[in-house]
């Protein structure tokens, strides 16, 4: 079966682009669309796509809105945003509001497509400027600072599959780099998540570099 995406953004002729795209790939399909994110989060519950691609910045309820809502109602679609904003605070809030992902439009058409891909995996997909931001800019002091009990909870090597995590690494890129089966990662992630109460590897991410854990990966 293909991977049923949604597209979500105010502007027509960006729309008919991505549509235009993803029909000649076999493996994807475009299901609906939607100008607005009161009418995209109406689609996406009818017809549970996959993916949804939502636009930050749009008339009426915007993609900073939508996705919390997206987020709730339709939790088994994996929303990756799609926008110009480069800033960092709507990097960090839409993620911590349940999107996957955050792609800027200005990324090839091979990397939206890889990203589509493994976002219905599961893998967080984040454009690599953006990372970069993400880590830059979460300061050592966040409203809600993890308790270092909970960094306790992380074996060595959860701590190191939570680093690459933050840095938006997939499975395959995780295994290859530490030379393991790509299901024992998904093992670790997933114990990861439940050790920390989240819900998502991008929240898992974004508790990495609040945590400090980044820099002390980087440091090893």
């Given at each position: 079966m293909p991977i049923r995406v949604l597209i979500v953004d105010d502007h027509t002729l960006f729309r008919s682009g991505?549509?235009?795209?993803?029909?000649?790939?076999?493996?994807?399909?475009?299901?609906g669309e939607a100008s607005d994110g009161l009418d995209g989060i109406k689609r996406a519950s009818e017809l549970k796509p996959d993916v949804i691609l939502l636009d930050l910045h749009m008339p009426g309820l915007s993609g900073r809105e939508a996705v919390k809502i997206l987020a709730s109602d339709v939790p088994e679609s994996k929303v990756v945003m799609l926008t110009v904003s480069e800033d960092a605070e709507d990097l960090i809030e839409t993620l911590r509001n349940g999107a996957s992902g955050y792609l800027l439009k200005n990324i090839d058409t091979q990397t939206?497509?890889?990203?589509?891909?493994?976002a219905a995996e599961g893998d967080s997909v984040i454009s690599p400027q953006m990372t970069s931001k993400l880590v830059r800019n979460i300061k050592a002091g966040p409203a809600v600072a993890p308790g270092p009990l909970e960094r306790e909870k992380l074996s060595?090597?959860?701590?190191e599959i939570l680093v690459f995590l933050a840095r938006g690494a997939?499975?395959?890129e995780i295994a290859r780099a530490l030379d393991v089966a790509e299901s024992t990662v998904k093992?670790?992630?997933?114990?990861?998540l439940r050790k920390l109460n989240l819900t998502s590897?991008?929240?898992?991410a974004v508790?990495?570099?609040?945590?400090?854990?980044?820099?002390?990966?980087?440091?090893?």
């Open positions: 991505v549509k235009a795209l993803i029909a000649r790939q076999p493996d994807l399909e475009v299901v939206l497509l890889d990203s589509i891909r493994r060595p090597r959860e701590r997939s499975n395959k093992i670790h992630v997933q114990h990861i590897r991008v929240q898992a508790y990495a570099v609040e945590a400090g854990l980044t820099e002390a990966g980087t440091k090893g």
